[in-house]
């Protein structure tokens, strides 16, 4: 899901990927990685640039003193596995994930920040965008990044899904804002979007049943009503 990050569409030779689990590829191969390496790779990943080795030692094995987590970091640099080029540049102050490893995360943001989000498609597949970050993971420093990156990819899908809808493609829009709805139940843009899609498809029983799905978790979850801009969209059918 990495390979538009290279000139050419040269599929990388590294990839580690962070969406829906953490998974290490070498030249397209799935690579065992133990877990302290794991969360070594992830946590520079995360944090694109330099980083000191006393930061990432203190944040991985926050319980043990100094001396015991830069042994334990040690430790886990010297476990890596040792593919065609380094996963981790080092010296003796500062770490960082090596320039040739490619970041599913890193790939989406590029993208969407250079406004060519069609791109993503092909490349990093619907339910992969849905998913979480690291998905079980407790460690403070992935649950302060999971929701805004849950939020990246979340409007990722629903400028695919307009961008589909533009182009005459209902199916992939349908598929792209469903899986938006899926990521986040209660995201009110995702389900209003499914809606205006099956109005379009003159499918009106559809877009009531959408939003009555929606009206009920609102309900249930928070206590609140939708919004008057998705009712609107409703009003004329529920009133027939």
């Known amino acids: 899901m990495c390979e538009r990050v290279l000139p050419g569409n040269t599929p990388p030779v590294i990839c580690v990927r962070l969406l829906g689990g953490f ?37 991985l094995w926050p319980d043990a003193s ?6 334990c970091l040690r430790s886990a640099l010297w476990r890596l596995v040792k ?4 996963l981790v540049e080092a010296n003796r102050d500062h770490l960082r994930l090596g320039t040739a490893v490619r970041v599913d995360v890193h790939l ?18 619907v339910t992969v965008l849905a998913a979480d970050l690291l998905p079980g993971w407790t460690d403070p420093w992935v649950v302060a990044e999971r929701d805004w990156v849950r939020q990246l990819c979340l409007r990722a899908l629903e400028l695919l899904s307009e961008r589909f809808r533009e182009g005459g493609d209902h199916f992939r829009a349908q598929e792209t ?11 009110e843009s995702a389900h209003r979007r499914l809606i205006e899609l099956h109005l379009a498809d003159g499918n009106p029983a559809a877009a009531v049943r959408q939003y009555a799905t929606y009206r009920s978790l609102l309900r249930d979850e928070l206590g609140v009503s939708p919004s ?10 529920l009133r027939a």
């Open 108 to 125: 989406v943001r590029s993208l969407m920040a250079a406004g060519d989000v069609v791109a993503l498609h092909p490349v990093v597949p």
């Open 23 to 59: 998974e290490l590829l070498v030249q397209d191969e799935p690579v065992p990685v133990i877990p302290s390496a794991q969360r070594l790779l992830a946590f520079l990943a995360l944090h694109e640039g330099v980083v000191t080795r006393s930061t990432v030692a203190a944040t």
């Open 177 to 187: 804002a469903a899986a938006a709805v899926r990521g986040d139940p209660l995201r």
């Open 228 to 237: 008057p801009e998705i009712q609107r969209l409703v009003d004329p059918l």
């Open 83 to 86: 593919p065609l080029h380094a």
């Open 66 to 71: 100094a001396a015991r987590a830069a042994a």
